[in-house]
């Protein structure tokens, strides 16, 4: 088990709908990232934070934003949700320094 | 989008068996790791491997990588019923601010 939390564990929405998901980094790491995962694909890179300030980011739009804490905490937001957005929403943290990330057990979102 | 490839998608070995993955990639990296994933977990990581490595071992794990083919190999060997998951490939960005995975192999060990 990694040191890295997530909440919650299961979610449904309704689409159109907005969302929020928290992570909790694992102690000593100052780096975020979120990834979204379908069925069946591996993890697509949605974006990262590094000292509370976007880092980096995949191709996903707007709607998808982020937040990192000063304790290295973290959240991702999703607004006006669509069906293809259900997906398992993996964060991982790590030091910048070192690569490595260690992941979250992820939050299943599904959207209706 | 997915920058890695996974090859093969899908393999199935008996307990003691090695297994061998492969992973291709597109763009320049500053290094490329493997992680294993249990049904729809959080994913391990497994190993880094940088770019100006050659070969890497880790326990009953060796990673290899071609920087000049754009590939990297992982060999699982003396697989144990443990060992069942899907394994993924992950490449960093030189600037090291992204991590892209491929579509992962599905691998099964039969006891």
């Known amino acids: 088990e990694t040191g890295v939390t997530q909440s919650p564990t299961h979610l449904i929405k309704t689409r159109g709908q907005q969302v929020t998901l928290r992570c909790s980094s694992q102690?000593?790491?100052?780096?975020v990232s979120w990834y979204q995962q379908a069925l069946g694909q591996g993890p697509q890179f949605i974006f990262q934070?590094?000292?509370?300030?976007?880092?980096g980011r995949g191709n996903f739009p707007p709607r998808f934003s982020g937040l990192q804490f000063p304790n290295y905490s973290s959240e991702l937001n999703v607004n006006a949700l669509e069906l293809d957005d259900s997906a398992l929403y993996l964060c991982?943290?790590?030091?910048?320094?070192?690569?490595?990330?260690?992941f979250g057990p992820g939050t299943r979102l599904t959207v209706t | 989008s997915q920058q890695g490839e996974e090859d093969p998608q899908a393999l199935s070995i008996q307990e003691g068996e090695n297994a061998t993955m492969n992973c291709s990639y597109k763009?320049?990296?500053?290094?490329l790791q493997w992680y294993r994933q249990n049904s729809g977990r959080g994913l391990v990581h497994l190993i880094l491997?940088?770019?100006?490595?050659r070969e890497k071992h880790s326990g009953r794990l060796r990673v290899t990588l071609d920087t000049s083919k754009k590939s990297s190999s992982l060999l699982i060997t003396a697989s144990r019923a443990a060992d069942t998951a899907s394994y993924f490939c992950?490449?960093?960005?030189?600037?090291?601010?992204?991590?892209?995975f491929g579509a992962g192999t599905r691998l099964t060990v039969k006891p």
């Open positions: 763009t320049s990296i500053n290094n």
């Open positions: 991982a943290s790590s030091r910048r320094e070192t690569y490595e990330q260690y």
């Open positions: 992950a490449t960093a960005s030189p600037l090291g601010n992204d991590m892209r």
């Open positions: 491997i940088r770019s100006n490595e």
């Open positions: 102690s000593g790491h100052n780096t």
């Open positions: 934070y590094y000292r509370e300030e976007e880092n």
